[in-house]
């Protein structure tokens, strides 16, 4: 339990939780953050009830600031499979979105601790020997039912996502739901008054660098919203193939209709001449 005081006479509770310490091979499992609201007391005080006494090393406490972001739920099909102590659950959305967290909700009532590694299918090689699929590894980490698991990663484009859970010498851990969210995107930049063209979706660019990236701080909270025209896909100029002569039916059985003519026409000399 924490607890903040100015005089240390009067406390007020500001949070209850837990703090978790396993070491029992093969778990080895730490949990010793405690979070509580922001506070202006003077005093802090945090208190054990029950267990084992401690030895406490040293206590660190951090301020942070989050800028929540606005995220959507991208709507997914899921599927999942078993093998040599391996359960791997394949996620695949309608079309290719940007990527940036799970949610992995699993059914209730399990109790686990289980190493996970996600992967993000980059592309696909088709052989004699049947397809085979490149993946890339977005996150490697542990899933426990101690707490929900929402995984956070660098975003990424995906269409095809695997859950690799390493069950190890456990039953397989059934999954009701993993949810995946997408982020909502803002380009900020600094323009002179003028008309501006934004493209997308070429495949072969480079990242650019601009100054900017140096003044983050400096981007006030406010500024104004450009207002994009409607889209302008450029048209694809189709230009017919020329079809070659010797593909053209016609002239294949006018061919093979002169052929025949000319070696009958030998023969018949031929036949005349014996």
Not at 125 to 136: A, L, M, P, R
Not at 162 to 179: C, E, G, W
């Amino acid at each position: 339990m924490v607890e903040g005081s100015n005089n240390q006479q009067e406390w007020f509770k500001l949070h209850t939780g837990r703090i978790i310490s396993i070491a029992n091979a093969p778990v080895n499992y730490r949990y010793n953050h405690v979070h509580f609201p922001n506070t202006d007391f003077t005093f802090l005080r945090f208190t054990i009830a029950k267990g084992a006494a401690l030895k406490l090393n040293e206590v660190k406490f951090y301020q942070t600031t989050t800028t929540k972001g606005t995220f959507t739920e991208v709507v997914n099909t899921l599927r999942s499979k078993t093998i040599d102590k391996q359960s791997e659950f394949h996620l695949t959305f309608d079309t290719p979105v940007l990527l940036s967290r799970l949610s992995i909700e699993p059914a209730p009532t399990q109790q686990f601790y289980r190493s996970v590694q996600i992967d993000w299918l980059a592309d696909s090689i088709t052989s004699e020997k049947g397809v085979h699929y490149n993946y890339q590894t977005l996150y490697r980490g542990v899933i426990s039912s101690f707490q929900q698991d929402t995984i956070q990663f660098i975003p990424q484009v995906v269409h095809k996502i695997r859950i690799t859970i390493y069950n190890q010498d456990n039953p397989p851990i059934q999954l009701a739901k993993v949810t995946g969210w997408t982020p909502q995107v803002r380009l900020v930049t600094r323009l002179q008054p003028g008309a501006y063209t934004l493209r997308y979706g070429a495949a072969n660019v480079f990242h650019p660098h601009y100054d900017i990236d140096h003044f983050i701080k400096d981007i006030p909270e406010t500024v104004p919203e450009l207002q994009l025209s409607s889209e302008l896909k450029p048209q694809q100029n189709t230009v017919a193939a020329p079809n070659p002569w010797f593909k053209n039916k016609i002239w294949m059985w006018g061919a093979i209709g002169i052929i025949v003519a000319i070696l009958g026409f030998f023969t018949m000399r031929l036949m005349r001449e014996q």
